[in-house]
């Protein structure tokens, strides 16, 4: 929900699909355009359907001839279930009635291998120029005839739930998400229309300035377009800055606190933000950091209150999470908030994958790494303080946000940032007798 003016050259700028049973050109493509997008591949048509429901993809780029479904059958199933997604297929064999047909059916491209990496390269950024900009002239032509006492002044972003728009009322910057897909379902269903509404009022009510506030929706009107008004901020995402490596170890400490006091805010209110991931905290040029993206924004995928449906992005999710039979509290927001700290404080996620199902075998069974093996900057309290958050019990976890926060500036208070002391290595060294230090590899 902020701006966007400030990308840093080393963010990727949108996210690539390769689906192709050659694990060496999966490789080669994966390491190729890595420095550009962040790029995710599948061995066949099936493995890459799994990837697509709980992933959002700029564009996909497809061999035809795969084991199974073709990449003809994916470049369909994409076109019905994923319209706006553009699909490069790729062959060995290429054939010019297949070119001609696959691109006139909707294909963007219709590429020979041996790839030429260099065009490739030129391709995708056509591609992606192009849909950024069918998106926005779509999206802000739609707005123009939407909430007239809003002047439309650019796009700020697109997402797979919808576009935010920089908007001007009264001589004050707003940003409005408008929301895509929007499933009229909802609406009739009185039960989760009344929870869902119930929820943004009260994100409406809740003044931290750690939060992007909600000012004023829609949404209870079907007959119109969906929005949402919110706080216009002027900053970079978590993840932009990280791949800056702009920040020291006090800076990441104070950027935990704030999120910390940011969740325990939202907590209090009996609110969970079930997404909690770098792309969802905003950080200003003062080093102040909004949450945005609450459940709230969640409503074409169905994540409303909802305790038996998958929410939230697979990779900082917590073990319960994927489990129907167990319900989620602010633990399991704390649980995502260790994988967003383990990051920051690491530079690789604690938890990854190939696939969905991988990442949430890893969540739910793998331990970690130790974080001081991977970065020597990080204090042992600081290791300890995220060990509990990552427990794989929530039994075992801090049982508020409050509570790390207090231990957080309790140990600063003893220890500061140093990365030993007596009574931190003791108490580590009896952890070691402990269930807690089993969070570690």
Known sequence: MGNTEKISKNEPSATILVVDDEESLQRLLSQFLSPTYKVQTASSVDEALDLLKNNKFDLAISDINMPGKSGKEFFRICQKEYPSMHIILMTGLPQLGDAVSTVKEGAYYYLPKPIDLKFLLSLLAKAISEKEMKYESEDIGKMRNLASEYKVIRSLGTGASGVVLLVEKDKTLYAMK?????????HKDSEKMLRFLREAETLSKIDNEHIVKIYDHNLNRPE??????????????LTQCLNDKKFDIRQKISIILQIAGALESVHAYGILHRDIKPENILITDEMVIKITDFGICHIPDSSLTMVDEILGSPAYMAPESFDASKKMDVRSDIFSMGILCYEMLTGVRPFDGDSVLQIMDSIKTKKPVMPSKLKRDIPPWLQDIMAKMLAKNPEERYGSAGEIIREINISLEKYGTKTSSFPTMLKRMLNKITAKNSVWE
């Open 178 to 186: 408008v929301l895509r897909n929007w499933n009229e379902s909802i």
């Open 224 to 237: 119109d377009s969906p929005y949402i008004i919110m706080e216009y901020v002027k900053g970079n995402s």
